[in-house]
Nanobody, 114 residues
Framework: QVQLVESGGGLVQPGGSLRLSCVVS????????MGWFHQAPGKQRELVAQ???????FYADSVKGRFTIARDNAKNTVYLQMNSLKPEDTAVYYC????????WGQGTQVTVSS
């Protein structure tokens, strides 16, 4: 059973930065396209960024130019560097494989507020 453990969230002022990490248990991590998602209160979970096995990246328009996704296959870890954070980035952030997804982890809360 694959487990996803997200970390790195917190409270940050607008314009600040955070780096999220997601450790994936199990093998064959390097072969999968991975994504970061966020879910704000009362809203559906949305894809924020994804990275393929060959490190081709995609970003939602709302975060393009501010967020960077990366992976370290030796550590079974995917990262999300978040810069120039805005209040509308406030959400719980999750990582997962892109289709089909694994069971979701607990996520990490990101709150952007002054």
């Amino acid at each position: 059973q694959v487990q996803l453990v997200e970390s790195g969230g917190g409270l940050v002022q607008p314009g600040g930065s955070l780096r999220l990490s997601c450790v994936v248990s199990g093998s064959m991590f390097a072969f999968y396209t991975m994504g970061w998602f966020h879910q704000a209160p009362g809203k559906q979970r949305e894809l924020v960024a994804q990275i393929t096995s060959s490190s081709v990246t995609f970003y939602a328009d709302s975060v393009k130019g501010r967020f960077t996704i990366a992976r370290d296959n030796a550590k079974n870890t995917v990262y999300l560097q978040m810069n120039s954070l805005k209040p509308e980035d406030t959400a719980v952030y999750y990582c997962n494989r892109i289709s089909p997804s694994w069971p979701w982890g607990q996520g990490t809360q990101v709150t952007v507020s002054s």
